[in-house]
T-cell receptor, first 114, second 116 residues
Framework: AQTVTQSQPEMSVQEAETVTLSCTYDTSESNYYLFWYKQPPSRQMILVIRQEAYKQQNATENRFSVNFQKAAKSFSLKISDSQLGDTAMYFCAFMGGSNYKLTFGKGTLLTVNP | DTGVSQNPRHKITKRGQNVTFRCDPISEHNRLYWYRQTLGQGPEFLTYFQNEAQLEKSRLLSDRFSAERPKGSFSTLEIQRTEQGDSAMYLC??????????????FGAGTRLSVL
């Protein structure tokens, strides 16, 4: 069974600064997908960024980028130029190549301070 | 595109009662998923449908839980004889099969169940 571990329950950052959220996972599959989802307070979960395991290039989406280290089974999220609207719970998630369900970590609560 | 819609948003019930939640996926999305999220935890997979077929169920889905997706459109999740341990946020997500869809699941706002 796959497991996803987020070792930072809470983090804070000053507005306009950069923060990195950590995620490690365990799997025996060679083909899989990794995701970061954002869940603002009392609002629905939205996709931040997605990475396909067979791609060596790290995914980027505007201020969000990942550091995907396949051998180390690590998938960290970097948020640059943090904004107040980035305050949310961030979940790392795994999806196997032949399976459509998401396995989530416990989440990291990120607070962006003005 | 109106997104994934879940109703009701909140449900308070007494232990032993039955409850039913509804999920309307994004139109034309052929896959639909149910997850449960308890306080301080990430969502946990319950079950998923491809069109009207229920293809996988988690061990978390006891025999008191049943999910349907008639005609491959909306889905319902019913919990019979609710227990206090059923209190959680129930999330629905949908996705579209195909390479361009990139396996992205879109989530609804959830139904928060409180069992007294």
């Amino acid at each position: 069974a796959q497991t996803v571990t987020q070792s930072q329950p809470e983090m804070s950052v000053q507005e306009a600064e950069t923060v990195t959220l950590s995620c490690t996972y365990d799997t025996s599959e060679s083909n899989y997908y990794l995701f970061w989802y954002k869940q603002p307070p009392s609002r629905q979960m939205i996709l931040v960024i997605r990475q396909e395991a067979y791609k060596q290039q790290n995914a980027t989406e505007n201020r969000f980028s990942v550091n995907f280290q396949k051998a180390a089974k690590s998938f960290s999220l970097k948020i640059s130029d943090s904004q107040l609207g980035d305050t949310a719970m961030y979940f790392c998630a795994f999806m196997g190549g032949s399976n459509y369900k998401l396995t989530f970590g416990k989440g990291t609560l990120l607070t962006v301070n003005p | 595109d109106t997104g994934v819609s879940q109703n009701p948003r909140h449900k308070i019930t007494k232990r032993g009662q039955n409850v039913t939640f509804r999920c309307d996926p994004i139109s034309e999305h052929n896959r639909l998923y149910w997850y449960r999220q308890t306080l301080g935890q990430g969502p946990e997979f319950l079950t998923y449908f491809q069109n009207e077929a229920q293809l996988e169920k988690s061990r978390l889905l006891s025999d008191r839980f049943s999910a349907e997706r008639p005609k491959g459109s909306f889905s319902t999740l019913e919990i019979q004889r609710t227990e206090q341990g059923d209190s959680a946020m129930y999330l629905c997500a949908s996705s579209l099969d195909g390479t361009k869809a990139k396996n992205i699941q879109y989530f609804g706002a959830g139904t928060r169940l409180s069992v007294l």
